[in-house]
């Protein structure tokens, strides 16, 4: 079934990062009516017609209910907050870094939609979970990054379990390499910002589920789809 961006309520966190301000330059062009632009820090974020910073942590049950209890006009949710350390599991000098990243990209994103998922039901809304291509295949140089998406992943698939009887459409963008501060110095091609958010927006236009995002991520997804165990030794392949 496909979806219309024109006219929705759209709430985005991490709202402050390349990618989110791709997207949130795109909703805008595609006719929203309001994005709530959600970050730990709106002091970069100015008001506008149509875009209302909102201070919000995904880590901290008390920011996230107060945003829910202010944006309950809400019919799209963009989970897009996210840490990536580039660090493998063993390399990692001890447990916080993973601890960070499953806090930030798995339970940062049950917290919000549990939080809002009371006024998507009500609105008829969709949720739309920023989250890699590596979620499917692990790049052990930055393991716990992929293993905490990975997770995320398996909560987009549980969420449209449960939502999609109640009216909720759920779907998981999963880009390749996107020029961001994540992947800063990583010597492979990359998509711009604004490239990935326009693929992801047509991708949830269309009503797909599992948004493939770039050539690089549909290139694994058809490597995974023939032979998972090449694609594992190739990732796992130093160089």
Request: glycine share 10%; proline share 5%; with cysteine.
């Amino acid at each position: 079934m496909t979806k219309t961006i024109k006219g929705s309520v759209v709430l985005i966190t991490g709202a402050t990062g390349a990618i989110a301000q791709a997207l949130i330059a795109a909703l805008t062009a595609r006719g929203v009516a309001k994005i709530y632009a959600a970050a730990r820090d709106i002091s970069g974020l100015v008001a506008s017609g149509h875009l209302v910073p909102l201070k919000m942590d995904v880590r901290s049950d008390d920011d996230v209910k107060k945003a829910a209890a202010v944006a309950t006009d809400v019919t799209l949710l963009i989970n897009n907050a996210g840490v990536n350390h580039n660090t493998s599991f063993m390399t990692a000098p001890d447990m916080a870094i993973a601890v960070e990243e499953i806090e930030a990209n798995y339970f940062g994103p049950l917290r919000v939609t549990r939080a809002f998922a009371p006024a998507l039901i009500a609105n008829h809304g969709a949720v739309l979970n920023l989250l890699t291509i590596l979620a499917r295949v692990n790049l052990p140089f930055m393991g716990s990054y992929c293993a905490s998406k990975a997770a995320a992943l398996s909560l987009t698939q549980g969420l449209r379990g449960e939502l999609a009887p109640q009216g909720v459409h759920v779907a998981g963008a999963l880009p390749g390499a996107v020029d961001t501060r994540m992947t800063a110095g990583l010597p492979i091609p990359k998509m711009t910002p604004a490239e990935a958010a326009a693929e992801i927006l047509d991708g949830y236009e269309a009503g797909e589920e599992d948004i493939n995002v770039g050539e690089m991520a549909r290139g694994i997804a058809q490597g995974l789809a023939h032979d998972p165990k090449a694609v594992e030794r190739q990732m796992a392949s130093p160089g």
